[in-house]
């Protein structure tokens, strides 16, 4: 075996985990994990990997299930992404029915073999992003957001409160002035 060894450097995802894939779906990084936010038992190393559509975490097992089982959060939704002392912590956004965006409690994940996860987590939710920008609201500061949907073609806005600002009657209203107009505008 030659000093590169293929299967020194790649790890493959489960075949259970495979399954899930979209047609078109392909795994750009790999890495064994102990659990997520769900996962309570942290002796039972899965993987946590990602893909050209999104990031697959591991979850808790429900109803009886064995076995590890995987949610993909796709990269247009991660709002933010953290890699600390080989943690990765991932904070997902949800659409309300006005396209604001609402964070939702952060997974976190202890990559027991980070690999190149990390960097490709980074450079995926960058990539997704064509435009980003602050705006001022009555109580505080907003965000309009034009990101890519891979398979989707165009880009999907979305507005977002920024933390520490409430979310008001009146800071609602003017972000999604704020928001209205950036949809109606070219991209330059």
């Not at 995802?13 to 779906?25: D, I, V, Y």
């Not at 039972?44 to 050209?52: G, I």
């Not at 939704?77 to 943690?87: L, P």
């Amino acid at each position: 075996m030659g000093l590169l060894s293929f299967t020194d450097r790649w790890i493959r995802p489960p075949a259970e985990l495979r399954k899930l894939f979209a047609g078109s779906e392909r795994p750009l990084a790999v890495a064994e994990s102990t659990g997520g936010r769900d996962a309570t038992d942290s002796s039972n190393s899965v993987v946590t990997v990602a893909t050209n559509l999104g990031l697959w975490l591991p979850i808790e097992p429900v109803d009886g299930q064995t076995g590890p089982r995987w949610r993909r959060v796709g990269w247009d939704r991660v709002v933010k992404a953290n890699w600390n002392d080989n943690t990765l912590s991932v904070i997902e956004g949800d659409l309300d029915d006005e396209g604001v965006v609402r964070d939702q409690p952060a997974v976190t994940i202890s990559l027991t073999e980070p690999r190149n996860l990390p960097a490709v987590v980074r450079t995926r939710v960058e990539a997704s992003i064509a435009r980003s920008e602050q705006v001022n609201l009555p109580a505080g500061t907003g965000r309009i957001v034009a990101r890519r949907v891979p398979g989707v073609d165009g880009l999907t806005w979305t507005a977002r409160i920024d933390t520490g600002t409430p979310d008001t009657p009146a800071d609602r209203e003017v972000l999604l002035q704020y928001l209205a107009r950036a949809t109606s505008a070219p991209i330059e």
